[in-house]
C-alpha cells in the first residue's frame, strides 16, 4: 500500500506543503469513503468545516447558504451542528480534483484540493479576452477558433517584433486595448488596460499572453519597450499563459506598469506604441 500511496499523492504538483498521509486504505476503499461525502444537492463533496442538520444528513457549505431546509430530510438547518468525526475522516482522506472528469488523475487532501485546482492542468481555458464580459470556455485547441469567430475585431499581426499601437490612451475611465501576435508558430495576446488600482491614481498594465500552457509559455520571453522623446522603459519577462490570465498579474504589478504622467511622455496625439519582441529561450 506504500506504492499506493505515493500514486495519490504524485509530488511537486501544485501543492505547497507536504500532504499528510492518507489512512492505510484500498484504493477501491477509499473511493467508497470519498462517495460518502458527496453533496445530495450538486455531488460536488461536502467538505471542512462539515455542518449536518438536525438528523444528521450533510450538504456542502456552498449549498447550505443557498438552502432553507435539509434537502435530505425538510428538517432545519439551523441552528447548525458540526460533524467533528466526518471532518476527521475528511482530513485522512485523498479527495479526486474537481476536474477528474476531464483527465486529471490527482487527488488531494482537502486544504490542498482548491490550489490546485486553480492551476490544474484539466480546468477548461475560459476568453482570454480581458472585462470579463464573455463567458465562453472551452478546450486550449477551442481558443483561437472562438477569438477569431466571437472577437472578430482583434487585430492579428505576424512577426516577433512589432508596434501595438494604443489609441486614444486619455479615454476616461478604465479600458483596455488588445492585439494578437503571431509568430514562432504560437498567437500571443497583447494586453493594455487602463484602470484605477488606487482610489484616484490612474495607471497602465501592459503584458503578453500565450495562448498555450503555462508549460510552453516558459519557452518564451517577451520585451515591452516605450520609446521616445530620448526615453525608453522596458520590461522583460516571461508571457503568462492565458490559463492564468492577466487578473493576478495586474494585481501583483507583474507586467509593465506606468502611469498616466509616463504615458504622456511618450505617447503622440493620444496615440501609445508599444514595441513588442518576443524571442525563445
Ligand atoms: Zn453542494
Ligand atoms: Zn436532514
Ligand atoms: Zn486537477
Ligand atoms: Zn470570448
Request: aromatic fraction near 8%; proline fraction near 7%; charge should be negative.
Amino acid at each position: 500500500s506504500q506504492t499506493m500511496a505515493a500514486m495519490l499523492y504524485p509530488r511537486g504538483t501544485g501543492g505547497c506543503s507536504e500532504p499528510s498521509l492518507p489512512v492505510a486504505a484500498l484504493p477501491g476503499q477509499s473511493a467508497e469513503l470519498t462517495a460518502l461525502f458527496e453533496c445530495p444537492v450538486c455531488f460536488d463533496y461536502v467538505l471542512p468545516p462539515i455542518l449536518q442538520c438536525q438528523a444528521g444528513h450533510l450538504v456542502c457549505n456552498q449549498c447550505r447558504q443557498k438552502l432553507s431546509c435539509c434537502p435530505t430530510c425538510r428538517g432545519p438547518l439551523t441552528p447548525s451542528i458540526r460533524n467533528l468525526a466526518m471532518e476527521k475522516v475528511a482530513s485522512n482522506l485523498p479527495f479526486p480534483c474537481k476536474y477528474a472528469s476531464a483527465g486529471c488523475l490527482l487527488s488531494l487532501h482537502h486544504s490542498e484540493k482548491p490550489e490546485h485546482e486553480e492551476v490544474c492542468e484539466f480546468r477548461p481555458y475560459t476568453c482570454p479576452c480581458p472585462g470579463a464580459s464573455c463567458k465562453w470556455q472551452g478546450s486550449l485547441e477551442a481558443v483561437m477558433p472562438h477569438l477569431m469567430h466571437a472577437h472578430k475585431s482583434i487585430t492579428t499581426l505576424q512577426g516577433e517584433d512589432i508596434v501595438f499601437l494604443a489609441t486614444d490612451i486619455n479615454l476616461p475611465g478604465a479600458v483596455d486595448w488588445v492585439m494578437m501576435q503571431s509568430c514562432f508558430g504560437h498567437h500571443f495576446m497583447l494586453v493594455l488596460e487602463k484602470q484605477e488600482k488606487y482610489e484616484g491614481h490612474q495607471q497602465f498594465f501592459a503584458i503578453v499572453l500565450l495562448i498555450g500552457t503555462r508549460k510552453q509559455a516558459e519557452n518564451f520571453a517577451y520585451r515591452l519597450e516605450l520609446n521616445g522623446n530620448r526615453r525608453r522603459l522596458t520590461w522583460e519577462a516571461t508571457p503568462r499563459s492565458i490559463h492564468d490570465g492577466v487578473a493576478a498579474a495586474i494585481m501583483n504589478s507583474d507586467c509593465l506598469v506606468f502611469d498616466t504622467s509616463i504615458a504622456h511622455l511618450f505617447a503622440d496625439n493620444g496615440n501609445l506604441g508599444i514595441n513588442v519582441t518576443i524571442s525563445m529561450c
